[in-house]
């Protein structure tokens, strides 16, 4: 793939990638707002697809956090842009702004995982600790139903660096109704339609986790039969809210 200058782009194409910069720049508030993240933990990358207008193959690129920058620094000038192999793409932006960590994990669910255009990455406290037992939480909540379609998996243990994150999230999520994992010793990371999905995902699992770690505390947790949990998922998926 020959190296992509935004400048070089067609208007309607540069114009979607500042949208989804200012989007996602002002969605990794919304960690901070729900407590999913500390200090530079974490992030929000979303996929951009726009037609070229000149040939048959749209653009996909996406946008995701700057590693190693502060919460509170952030801004759409220094999100970062990407193609889907992971490579930066000359925004304009210095070349010293690397993007996450997680990055090429996010490139291989959006290489593999079409429907996908959010992912999210938090060390939210409870879940993460559910993940550092390598323990899936069990469905004993309406709302896991409604959310989660079931429990909500454990995935492999993967070292940052590579794609092995990635490989693991689409492992795990590829046949679960689950939007979330809990990559085992590592974290929680979630998927979505978009970015905002993928956001609302990763607050819901460390509700969930939090809650069922709770309640087991007092004693026994009952599973909700799975017929049940399928009910409620429909229902929650297709009818609840506005359409």
């Known amino acids: ?5 935004l400048s070089e782009l067609a208007p309607q194409i540069q114009d979607a990638i500042a949208a989804t910069r200012q989007r996602v720049a ?7 707002r729900w407590g999913l993240v500390v200090w530079t933990a974490g992030n929000v990358a979303e996929r951009v697809t726009v037609d070229r207008g000149n040939g048959p193959e749209p653009i996909d690129l996406f946008v995701i956090k700057p590693s190693g920058v502060p919460y509170e620094e952030l801004t759409a000038d220094n999100m970062v842009v990407c193609d889907l192999d992971g490579n930066k793409i000359d925004d304009g932006t210095p070349a010293s702004l690397s993007p996450s960590s997680d990055t ?12 996908v255009g959010g992912v999210v990455h938090t060390h939210s406290t409870y879940a993460t600790a559910w993940a550092a037992r390598r323990e899936p939480i069990p469905c004993a909540l309406t709302m896991m139903g409604d959310e989660f379609g079931g429990e909500i998996p454990v995935g492999p243990f993967a070292l940052i660096g590579d794609d092995s994150i990635g490989r693991g999230i689409v492992e ?3 046949d679960s109704k689950s939007p979330a994992v809990l990559m085992a010793n590592h974290g929680p990371f979630t998927i979505g339609k978009d970015a905002r999905a993928a956001v ?8 969930v986790a939090r809650t069922v770690h709770v309640a087991r505390q007092g004693g026994e947790i009952h599973i909700i039969p799975q017929d049940l949990v399928d009910s409620l998922n429909d229902r929650y998926q297709n009818v609840y809210g506005q359409h």
């Not at 793939?1 to 200058?5: K, L, Y």
């Not at 002002?26 to 901070?32: C, D, M, N, Q």
């Not at 090429?104 to 429907?115: G, H, I, L, S, W």
């Not at 609302?200 to 509700?207: I, Q």
């Open 1 to 5: 793939m020959n190296a992509i200058v």
């Open 26 to 32: 002002a969605l990794h508030g919304e960690l901070i």
């Open 104 to 115: 090429a994990a996010a490139a291989y669910v959006f290489r593999n995982m079409p429907e």
């Open 172 to 174: 795990t999520l590829r």
């Open 200 to 207: 609302k995902a990763a607050a819901m699992c460390e509700e």
